[in-house]
């Protein structure tokens, strides 16, 4: 079990800043995410993290121990591939066992991590089923189980759950997540998906073109963004932006002179009957509905609750707590309230 620290790292790939210096603590035993759109420098992180890839500048340290040109092999932390690269004509004990048994570990070792590393993941049941018997769930635990056998002191993911359907990715999220916890191994895992690290995460670090734009616990950066790009990054629908001039909305306060963007949280966004913006579309979700409000030049969107009985073209009147906006300057960056 191990802290893994980087501090200003930058890394080049010809033109391109992959890693523009890049610092960040994950703690012992976390559950770290990085999150960011395609191509913000996640992969390039875990493979530095591996000893895959060298920073160019800055330092990598994983508990306290500078790493930078050790090789792989002597950092023990694990890559976890996807449940879809388990050997399908092997079962979950061959697939367990691969790892070591091809570097040729005697065979009283192997057995004693695989018994280990099995009863702790809760699927000696399962050991004796090839992938095509497992359910989603199940094979992570067995990819996971290959990578643990090693007894790495942290181990990453990058995307394991992408390729899933949605209902398999929600049951694996939280198979993951009870895993961890129950492991209590430094985990590194990389997401597109705003959900998943919301989910999972006890820390995330948010990424914009190879810069991070935020750390911190998902519920503090979907409160109290740092700025308009880690605001859109997080919650569905989309936070609303919109300009703080000629505001559309009464927000019942007087704003810092360097207000340019209000941001409101769909589920901030409160709709009364009569008054000047007009809804223009209605999506029943089940437990919430989605009111699509033209007001003034924007379109706001209003998470309401239940099925509330608006009809497309009715006139609407806006409001939000004052408490709950989110004020950002010219730059994107939050203003404090
Ligand atoms: N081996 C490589 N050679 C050239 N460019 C690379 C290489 N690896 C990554 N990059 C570039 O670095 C940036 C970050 O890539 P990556 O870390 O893979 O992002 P992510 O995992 O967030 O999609 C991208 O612009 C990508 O094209
Ligand atoms: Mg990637």
Request: a neutral charge; aromatic letters at 4%.
């Amino acid at each position: 079990m191990a802290s893994i620290r980087f501090q200003g790292v930058s890394k080049r790939f010809g033109d391109t800043l992959a890693l523009d210096d890049v610092s960040f603590e994950v703690r012992d035993n976390a559950f770290f995410c990085l999150f960011g759109p395609p191509l913000s420098g996640k992969s390039t992180i875990l493979k530095i993290i591996l000893g895959l890839e060298t920073p160019d500048s800055g330092a990598v340290y994983i508990d306290n121990r500078p790493v930078v040109g050790i090789s792989p092999a002597k950092r023990n932390v694990a890559m976890v591939f996807q449940n879809l690269a388990l050997f399908p004509h092997m079962t979950a004990l061959q697939n367990v066992r691969f790892p070591p048994v091809e570097r040729g570990i005697a065979e009283d070792i192997i057995r004693a991590r695989v018994d280990a590393v099995t009863e702790k993941l809760h699927m000696t049941h399962i050991l004796h089923k090839p992938p095509s018997q497992l359910s989603g769930g199940e094979r992570q635990r067995v990819a996971i189980a290959r990578a643990l056998v090693r007894d790495p002191v942290a181990y990453l993911m990058d995307d394991p759950i992408s390729a899933l359907d949605a209902r398999l990715r929600e049951e694996t999220r939280v198979e993951l997540k009870r895993i961890q916890r129950e492991l209590g191994h430094t985990l590194v895992y990389v997401t597109h998906d705003q959900e998943e690290a919301m989910s999972v995460s006890d820390q995330m670090a948010i990424l914009d073109h190879g810069k991070i734009a935020q750390i911190g616990a998902p519920h503090d950066l979907y409160d109290h963004p740092a700025s308009t790009y880690v605001a859109g990054m997080l919650g569905a629908p989309a936070i609303n932006l919109l300009p703080a001039q000629g505001a559309v909305l009464h927000t019942g306060r007087d704003l810092p002179a360097a207000t340019q963007t209000l941001g409101i949280r769909p589920e901030d966004l409160r709709v009364s009957r009569g008054g000047a913006a007009q809804v223009t579309a209605i999506e029943p979700m089940g437990a919430t509905t989605i009111l699509t409000v033209q007001a003034g030049g924007s379109a706001l969107k209003s998470a309401l609750r239940g099925q509330p009985d608006y009809t497309l073209g009715e006139q609407v009147g806006l409001s939000v707590d004052p408490a709950r906006l989110h004020l950002f300057d010219r730059t994107g960056a939050a203003i404090a309230a």
